[in-house]
């Protein structure tokens, strides 16, 4: 896999940049073009917007069988994060203990290694989470 | 536009054919169709092939070109094209199929759908399966196609109090149909217990709430209304045929309990073919997973939001049930070799409204649906058929 491919979605996965709406104001990560609820208005109006980084779990799982890229990671815990901005995404739950992990529990962005292109290629980083201690 | 009608259909075995090449099983299913069918190749005006990765699993794209050649149809020039709509690629070409038809453009259509996974190895099958994801902000970060699925079945569970028996139960129903297929990849019966008891995948998804990888083909003939008498006694009209499509990733989607496209789809198809969900003798459902087919029964109607775990536990969906779900054995026994599903429901349905699906045909069966579904639900396809 090329490298430009990772390097161009940097700004996204290391800093949670996503895209606010200049029309409605809605923040969407991540990034999109255009927002689905004022459509054309909003072409060329999405703005650069940095997430927080605090969310809550929405659901989980725990990937048992994992795919080539994260052989040997499993067991690991994946999430539907709702963010407190509003917007989902998707992103791994570390630093717990897997049976911790529930619906409902407030979670905070950390920055890791996320996989890496074989022994020798290069190693992408980007969020996971961790819970946020009140 | 035109009515337009089933006149032929054909499958291969579905299941680990290592045996037989995706060409072998392209011209096996398109022949098996066009026997059926009684057309002749000259009468042919459009192929249309769905194929989910071709260019992965076997590495051949172009694989329009590849059907034309198998049939032997090369000298009419005929069109060919391939279809791609992850899981939903068969549907996909069966909704192109039939807008050529019914446009009045074409007259006889076939439409295929193929899939050869077993030619790359197990962890290789899962990583192109992960490319009807969102590769970018779902795979990279980890998440498998199954764990998706395991998102909103936890979901589903903590929402609604769906159980992890109730999810076993659909397996367990559909390995029952699977033992009645002949063209079914698992055709063992299995307990609840078995389910529970098998490997964890993704929780709460054991490795028996998964469909399996699969090779198969599977095609049918379309035809005007009109002149489907000419070819059959047993026209089956496709009354209603209906693609929707939401967002690549699950993340972006307005709820987790429920596939909105396949909603969609469902609600414009119950208008187009005049019916309302309690007419629907039988039912092919995108049952991927098991959770895949509790949220599919109440996408479509026949049970409230939330009360299909129940539904299945008090056997609606049962073969001797209310609404008979997958008689086929669904792609959880079936099989479900990705761009052969959708046009392998259509087989089913055909099947069971000719009254021509022996030990598991569903009594007096006149109105039949297929869902089909691409990814975690970013493409739904729903076919309404009838007897005419």
Known sequence: MGVPRYWREIPSRYNLIGKKCGVCGKIYFPPRSICPTCRRKSAGKMEDYKLDGKGTVESFTIIRVPPPEFEGKSPYAIALIKMDEGCYLTGQIVDCNLDDIHIGMRVEACFRRIQEDGKRGAIYYGYKFRSLKS | ?388
């Not at chain 2, 759908?113 to 190895?121: L, R, S």
């Not at chain 2, 998964?210 to 047993?234: F, Q, R």
């Open chain 2, 1 to 388: 536009m035109r009515d337009v009608a089933v006149i032929g259909i054909g499958m291969t075995e579905f299941g680990e054919i290592w045996e037989k090449s995706f060409r072998e099983l392209v011209a096996e299913a398109g022949i098996k169709a066009i026997m059926d069918a009684g057309i002749e190749g000259e009468e042919i005006d459009a192929l249309y092939i769905g194929g989910m990765s071709t260019g992965r699993f076997i590495g051949q794209e172009h694989v329009g070109s590849l059907a034309v050649e198998v049939a032997g149809l090369e000298d009419l020039h005929i069109p060919s094209t391939r279809v791609e709509a992850a899981c939903a690629s068969g549907g996909v070409a069966m909704h192109q199929g039939y807008l050529a038809v019914a446009s009045g453009m074409y007259d006889i259509v076939v439409v295929g759908g193929a899939e050869k996974m077993t030619d790359v190895v197990g962890g290789e099958a899962t990583n192109i399966l992960a490319s009807a994801a969102d590769r970018e902000w779902e795979a990279f970060f980890g998440a498998t196609f199954p764990g998706l699925y395991a998102l909103m079945a936890k979901y589903h569970m903590h929402k609604y109090g769906t159980t992890q028996e109730q999810l076993a139960m659909v397996a367990v129903k559909n390995h029952y149909n699977g033992s009645l297929n002949p063209k079914a990849q698992f055709k063992r019966r299995i307990s609840v217990e078995d389910v529970l008891k098998s490997p964890m995948v993704a929780d709460p998804l054991h490795l028996l709430d998964c469909s399996p990888i699969s090779d198969g083909a599977a095609a049918a003939v379309l035809a005007p209304l009109e002149i489907a008498k000419k070819y059959t006694d047993k026209p089956i009209k496709i009354s209603a045929s209906i693609q929707a499509t939401d967002t690549l990733s699950l993340h972006g989607r307005k709820r987790f309990d429920a596939l909105p496209a396949a909603q969609h789809a469902a609600k414009l198809a119950y208008e187009k073919a005049d019916i309302k969900p309690k007419d629907v003798d039988v039912a092919e459902v995108h049952d991927c997973f098991t959770i895949a087919e509790i949220i599919a029964i109440e996408d479509l109607g026949f049970v409230e939001k939330g009360k299909g775990g129940k539904a299945t536990e008090e056997g609606l969906t049962a073969l001797d049930g209310e609404i008979p779900v997958n008689t086929s054995g669904g792609l959880k026994a079936k099989g479900h070799p990705v761009g052969a599903t959708g046009v392998a429901q259509i087989n089913e349905i055909v099947l069971q409204l000719r009254g021509e699906a022996g030990e598991r045909q569903v009594k007096e069966a006149e109105i039949g649906l297929a869902h089909n579904v691409g990814g975690s639900g970013g493409t739904a396809v729903v076919h309404i058929l009838e007897v005419i």
